[in-house]
């Protein structure tokens, strides 16, 4: 039998603090996370810090992005006191189990990961590749896993990872006897995968190069505004949802639709101009990031108490991950410590 959650849903999902935080990684996730996931079920919500060290890093950076991203978690919504938020490298758990995640793992399942693919193909460019970039996925298996996580609410671009972890839960179960819980994805409705405003093909994502397509939840709202208006859409006279041919216009139709909780195709034709559209769009941008901002300015005057934060955070995720760690050592033949 797998160990069981107490009979709670249990959830776990994670930011990485590989750059600012983004409108995308909001809608995405965090905001869900906070309204509906902390609510309904057991959560865990961590800033996957090892994470980052997977491509070029600078030390200073990743220390002052990891504690933003943790005060952006908090600013949010996530309330510690119904919910756990703490730092991935503060639990070795999730390194103790990686470890055997690689185990478990082929070389050929790491390679067809999309997002090994594309970056992989940037850095070897600029010189290398990361070994830890191709095992990322087996860290992330470990993430979830050690804490019998029932669901993981991610955006789209995490969907093919999840399914890598499920098979890895299923292949140990099978091996070595029940010890994982076989975990689900949970997506939002809208806005699953929020497109760059400038190149409506490509993800949202916070290590972009350009950055005029990404808004960022710390943006000041002149900025949101400037990005907003000058988002790509098409040279089509009316304005229609169709992601497959017209991604720009598609894409900001489902922004307002996350932010105003419409319906992408309906709000289409509430329109006849672009530019009615994109200055609602912003307009709907500004007040969703404006509750977050403001309390993240509150909360980073405070550094201490979200270190406290995180420090009960973690004590609490090791407690939880620690029995189920331990019992995976055992089950694939390795002495107990003590
Ligand atoms: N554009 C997006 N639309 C919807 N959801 C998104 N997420 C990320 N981008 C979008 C979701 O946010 C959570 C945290 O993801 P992450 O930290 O992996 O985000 P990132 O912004 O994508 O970061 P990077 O460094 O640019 O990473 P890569 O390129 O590796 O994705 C996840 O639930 C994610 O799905």
Redesign the pocket.
Known sequence: MAMTTGGRTRIF?G??P??HL?L??Y???VRRWAEEDQHRADALFCVVNLHALTVEHDPARVRRLSRQAATLLLASGLDPEVCTVFMQSQVDEHLRLSYLMECTASDGEMRRMI?YKE?AAAQRAKGGVRLSLLTYPALMAADILAYGTHEVP?????RQHVELTRDLAVRFNQRYGATFVVPRTTLPAV????MDLQEPTS??????ARTAGVVYLLDEPEVVRKKVLRAVTDAEPEVAYDPEQRPGVANLLNVLAACTGGDPRRLAEGYDSYGALKKDVAEAVVETLRPVRERHAELAADPASVDAVLRRGAERARALARPRVDAAFEAVGLLPAG
């Not at 991610?154 to 995490?158: N, Y």
């Not at 806005?191 to 929020?194: E, T, Y």
């Open positions: 999902s930011v990485q590989t750059g983004t995308g990684n809608l995405g996730a997002q970056k991610v955006g789209e671009d995490q806005a699953a995968r929020v993800k949202m994502g916070k290590s972009r």
